[in-house]
């Protein structure tokens, strides 16, 4: 890349960019020297010198009623860089604020299948605290697996309280280091996890679905009727 190509990239126009290194190689110069020298004509010259002024890129005296034109510091080139990296900073403030101020937002996707239980147990891993209710552990003995994602959950720190019928009290689910287990008299063909600002009601009877919803509202929610659930059921 030459010269004049960096100072188009500086912000300078092709034309700017000519005159610019003209009145800096040369020195003081009038329009018309300018103009011959670079075989412009010499309306655009006077157009192109004017922009650089303009762009403080370029000054002039006068001596004898005759304007003479010079190329400013380079220095100058970037004061355009500088306004512009203000001005982005303020925007950046701006938008943080806008953002902050937004309404929450809410999300919901529907996954199906293995690979949707298999993205339930990556969704665990990336939070400490899961809370479940209805568990039936259908969607553990969906995967083969299974036992070896869950060690993955307990090496992670993961903790958790579940809430199941007394029939699935023997399941491997009720076993797993760092969850703790009470029962109520209830059964239940979907599960209610809940996990971050998560609420996820899956069910694994037949073909796996899950139903993901992000929304802190709605978490705390379903967090406060877990609580009264699990002050209700039994050890």
Do not use: C
């Amino acid at each position: 890349m030459d010269i004049n190509e960096k100072l188009q990239k500086a912000g300078l126009t092709g034309n700017e960019a000519k005159v610019y290194l003209e009145l800096s190689k040369v020195g003081v110069l009038s329009a018309n020297q300018v103009s011959k020298n670079l075989g412009m004509d010499r309306t655009l010259t006077y157009t192109v010198l004017n922009h650089l002024i303009e762009k403080g890129q370029a000054s002039y005296v006068i001596k004898d009623g005759k304007k003479f034109f010079s190329a400013s510091n380079p220095g100058n080139l970037l004061n355009p860089i500088k306004a512009k990296e203000l001005l982005v900073l303020d925007l950046i403030k701006e938008l943080g604020k806008i953002k902050s101020s937004k309404k929450q937002e809410t999300e919901i996707n529907v996954y199906e299948g293995r690979e949707a239980i298999r993205m339930m147990y990556h969704l665990f891993k990336k939070h400490k605290e899961m809370l479940s209710f209805g568990a039936t552990g259908r969607a553990y003995d969906y995967l083969y697996e299974s036992p070896a994602l869950t060690k993955e959950l307990v090496k992670s720190g993961l903790n958790g309280r579940i809430i199941t019928s007394r029939k699935h009290g023997e399941h491997p689910m009720a076993k797993i280091k760092n969850i703790k287990m009470r029962y109520a008299n209830y059964d239940s063909e979907a599960t209610t996890t809940l996990f971050g600002d998560y609420v996820m009601i899956h069910m694994a009877k037949d073909k796996p679905i899950i139903i993901l919803i992000k929304n802190k509202d709605i978490f705390e929610s379903y967090k406060k009727h877990f609580e009264v659930l699990w002050k209700a059921a039994g050890k």
